[in-house]
């Protein structure tokens, strides 16, 4: 189970970190990573982190621009965003499992589908 937060209003060209804390699980076997769902689009993943050797996978869109990182201590998974731009409005989420490439699959190897609240990026001026 995860708690996404520190979603915002922020301009063009401006930074914001979310964070995911996950519970239910403390073991850095499984991999976090975060989707995100624009108005009137499809969810779409953008960044995974294997939490057992640190490798991060970025999509297109987002790579040079987000950095995803984990905190084992507190067991959060951070994404930072910087040079924020109109697209990157939507809400994003928190997901667990498998990394392969930027997309997270759930434990079963297979496409996620258990998303939480969610936290609301919004990029305007």
């Known amino acids: 189970q995860f708690v996404e937060s520190g979603g915002n209003l922020v301009q063009p060209g401006g930074s914001l970190r979310l964070s995911c804390a996950v519970s239910g699980f403390t073991s850095d076997y499984y991999a976090v990573g975060w989707y995100r769902q624009a108005p009137g689009r499809e969810r779409e993943a953008v960044s995974c982190?294997?939490?057992?050797?640190?490798?991060?996978y970025y999509s297109d869109s987002v790579k040079g621009r987000f950095t995803i990182s984990t905190d084992t201590s507190k067991n959060t998974v951070y994404l930072q965003m910087d040079n924020l731009k109109y697209e990157d409005t939507a809400v994003y989420y928190c997901a667990w499992g498998y990394c392969v490439g930027y997309v997270t699959y759930d434990v079963y190897g297979t496409v996620y589908d258990d998303w939480g609240q969610g936290t609301p990026v919004t990029v305007s001026s």
């Open positions: 982190i294997n939490r057992q050797d640190g490798s991060t």
